[in-house]
């Protein structure tokens, strides 16, 4: 125990008032200075989690990879209209002839093939007709005869090209990834010797619509909620089906050609695919991944 002595005086008064308060002022300020900087660095360090979490979470699956053949036109005169013939027939030089190929023309009213061998008009009025696919037979019948001298041809497809003209991926998202806008996603494609990188056309739902810059999507299977139609968001449980246009990219896909796609979120790990395509090719739509 300390022994006080008579001699030691303490300290009092508005000074020592002033600086004890000085001091706790000092303290305060401190410590709140430490509580905002922990509580900046807890925020900091949470975001750069949620960021972090969400760039390996995100990504595409890739489900098949379709290749798409063109189909290898031909033009043939059917006949020449005299005013009273009504029946046109005409035996086309190569065969068999591919389904939905087909298109007849006389310069005012078109017809094409619905696959399953009857002409349909889709310009003018009163003409029908058929094709037989095997047989190359083709039949233009008219309710009314053609003015003489109407040139009446066909268009048609009989075999395919040696190269794959489009590519159709279907994807979906991986597991546990977060909704993915396509028009934040890139893609990349290559065969070795041309390579393109390729942003999303929203307006573009077939493959003649493509232009070696961008990429197509239809969706093939919209899960709740449907937001694609509005936002073109890929959500948990959806299929789109992305559509290149890989002749307009300049791409030569023949047999045992080795293609890489990646496709590229905003946020997220690209998924890449890689493969080589078959020795040969015998139907127009080939399987290659």
């Known amino acids: 125990m300390k022994r006080m002595w008579t001699k030691e005086e303490g300290e009092f008064g508005i000074g020592t008032l002033i600086i004890f308060i000085a001091i706790i002022i000092v303290a305060a300020v401190a410590a709140s200075v430490l509580i905002e900087t922990a509580y ?19 990504g595409f699956k890739v489900i098949t990879v379709e290749g798409i053949r063109s189909d290898y036109m031909l033009s043939e005169v059917v006949g020449t209209g005299d005013g009273s013939t009504t029946v046109f027939t005409k035996v086309l030089s190569s065969g068999p002839v591919n389904p939905h190929s087909v298109t007849v023309s006389d310069g005012t009213n078109v017809l094409v093939d619905d696959g399953n061998g009857n002409l349909v008009l889709v310009r003018g009025s009163g003409v029908q007709g058929w094709i037989g696919y095997n047989n190359k037979t083709l039949r233009v ?41 396509m028009d934040s996603v890139l893609v990349e494609i290559s065969d070795g010797f041309t390579d393109a990188t390729l942003t999303y056309n929203a307006s573009a739902t077939n493959y003649t619509a493509l232009d070696s810059s961008h990429f197509g999507a239809i969706i093939a299977r919209d899960m709740p909620p449907s937001n694609w139609q509005r ?57 290659l991944w």
């Open 40 to 58: 900046v660095l807890q925020q900091q360090a949470k975001n750069t989690g949620d960021i972090a979490r969400q760039d390996v979470a995100t």
């Open 231 to 287: 936002d073109r968001v890929l959500t948990s449980g959806d299929v789109v089906r992305v559509l290149i246009n890989a002749s307009a990219i300049g791409l030569y896909i023949a047999p045992q050609t080795t293609i890489t796609i990646k496709l590229i979120p905003k946020h997220g790990v690209p998924t890449l695919v890689e493969f080589t395509t078959p020795a040969t090719y015998t139907t127009k739509y080939v399987g």
């Open 141 to 181: 019948i008219y309710s009314t005869a053609p003015a003489s001298g109407t040139t009446i041809r066909v268009r048609y497809g009989s075999g395919y090209g040696r190269t794959v003209d489009y590519l159709d991926l279907k994807v979906g998202l991986m597991a546990g990834s977060p909704p993915i806008a």
